[in-house]
Nanobody, 115 residues
Framework: QVQLVESGGGLVQAGGSLRLSCAAS????????MGWYRRAPGNQRELVAT???????NYAESVKGRFTISRDNAKNTVYLQMNSLKPEDTAVYYC?????????WGQGTQVTVSS
C-alpha cells in the first residue's frame, strides 16, 4: 500500500522560510510525478509545484521565485523549500505522487504564515 508522509509544516512569520518533505513508500514502480498542492480555507485545492522523475519542474505563478521543489529519487522523497513566505501562503499543503498504478495523496501538513 502506497503511503505519503509529509513533515515540516508549522507557524512562521511573513518573510520567513519553511521546508516541507514528503517520503513515499509502498510502491514497486517509480513515481513519475511528485509534487505539492495546497488548500487555503474556503478555497479549492490548487497546484503549488510538481517535478517529474527526469527533473523538469512546474510552479504556480504565485510561488515562482520563492519556492523550490526538488526530489531524491533514491529515497522516493520530494521537498518544497519555501522562502519569502506571505500570509496568503497559509494553507494545508498536500504531497502528491503518480506512478503506473495511479495517483496518491498525503494527509496534509498545515503551514501558517503570520503577518
Amino acid at each position: 500500500q502506497v503511503q505519503l508522509v509529509e513533515s515540516g509544516g508549522g507557524l512562521v512569520q511573513a518573510g520567513g522560510s519553511l521546508r516541507l518533505s514528503c517520503a513515499a513508500s509502498g510502491s514497486d514502480f517509480r513515481f513519475n510525478v511528485m509534487g505539492w498542492y495546497r488548500r487555503a480555507p474556503g478555497n479549492q485545492r490548487e497546484l503549488v509545484a510538481t517535478i517529474i522523475s527526469g527533473g523538469s519542474k512546474n510552479y504556480a505563478e504565485s510561488v515562482k521565485g520563492r519556492f523550490t521543489i526538488s526530489r531524491d529519487n533514491a529515497k522516493n522523497t520530494v521537498y518544497l523549500q519555501m522562502n519569502s513566505l506571505k500570509p496568503e501562503d497559509t494553507a494545508v499543503y498536500y504531497c502528491y505522487a503518480v506512478n503506473a498504478y495511479g495517483a496518491y495523496w498525503g494527509q496534509g501538513t498545515q503551514v501558517t504564515v503570520s503577518s
